[in-house]
């Protein structure tokens, strides 16, 4: 492996925390490779597979997909990576899926972005995404170039079914039951940290720095 080691990454937060366009940030500048299980779980949706159809009323109802399901699938396609390392967005999402996820592997950093309930309903209402690569955009903070239409792509954007209020609720209801669990089981470990504000542009520079000083001292310890 030599002095560039494997890192292997976890973003939490909060459904509309940014995880997604944070991430995008992350994979930018550090060059992992980026996995989100929504991602992964719209577009089997949108492909019509198996498991798409199966999961499809769970997700639209803002209500978590089985563990043993995402646990499989999300750990199947980790053991393919061979890159520098990668990002996890929406893995694990409760302590069974962190439990799975420590047995098959050890984590070097879980970043928590801690944004307020109010700050995330707002967004959410008005993101656009393009599902088949998972390229988010908001109406105010981010909008495509062409209104309605993906920027690298062109083809058209889409509001997700889960979006709405009452199911954007939901989703906040169960990050809290479920969810937050996993941050004290982090937490425990000593990989947890956190970066809390209501904006992803002042968060940036937080988390920018927080990798540049763990990837050098991972590759010191590596070499
Ligand atoms: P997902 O896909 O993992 P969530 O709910 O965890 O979904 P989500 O909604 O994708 O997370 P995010 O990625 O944290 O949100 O946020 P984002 O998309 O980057 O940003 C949200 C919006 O805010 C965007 O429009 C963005 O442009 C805008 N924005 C960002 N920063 C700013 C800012 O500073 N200012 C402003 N004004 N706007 C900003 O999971 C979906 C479903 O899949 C299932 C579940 O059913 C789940 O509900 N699922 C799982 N089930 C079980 N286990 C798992 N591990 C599962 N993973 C997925
Ligand atoms: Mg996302």
Redesign the pocket.
């Known amino acids: 492996m030599g002095l560039s080691k494997m890192i292997r990454a976890v973003i939490m ?11 995008a940030r992350i994979i930018k500048s550090f060059g992992l490779q980026h996995m ?4 992964i ?2 577009a089997n949706i949108q492909d019509k597979t198996e498991l798409g159809l199966l ?1 499809k009323s ?2 639209d109802q ?6 043993d399901i ?1 646990s499989r699938l ?1 750990l199947n396609d980790l053991r393919k990576i061979d890159s520098s390392g990668w990002l996890l ?6 302590v069974s ?1 962190a439990e799975a996820l420590d047995h098959a592997f050890a984590l070097d950093t879980v970043i928590n ?1 801690n944004v307020p309930f109010q ?2 309903k ?3 209402t ?4 393009h599902i088949p690569s998972g390229r ?3 109406t ?3 909008p495509p170039k062409v209104p309605g239409l993906d920027d690298v792509t062109g083809e058209p954007l889409v509001q ?1 079914d ?2 709405r209020p009452e199911t954007v609720t939901r ?1 906040l209801k ?2 809290e039951t479920q969810t937050e669990p996993v941050l004290e089981f982090y937490r425990s470990k000593g990989v947890l940290e956190t970066f809390t504000g ?6 940036w520079p937080h988390v920018e720095a927080f990798l540049h000083r763990k990837f050098s001292s991972l590759s010191q310890r590596a070499a």
């Open positions: 937060g909060p459904p509309g925390s940014g995880k997604g366009t944070m991430s989100s299980s929504g991602d779980l719209r999961m769970c997700i803002g209500q978590l997909v089985p563990d995402i999300i967005d929406g893995f694990p999402r409760t899926q972005l700050t995330i707002e967004r959410l008005s993101r656009w995404t988010v955009y908001n105010d903070f981010n997700r889960d979006d989703r169960s990050y209501t904006e992803t542009n002042k968060i």
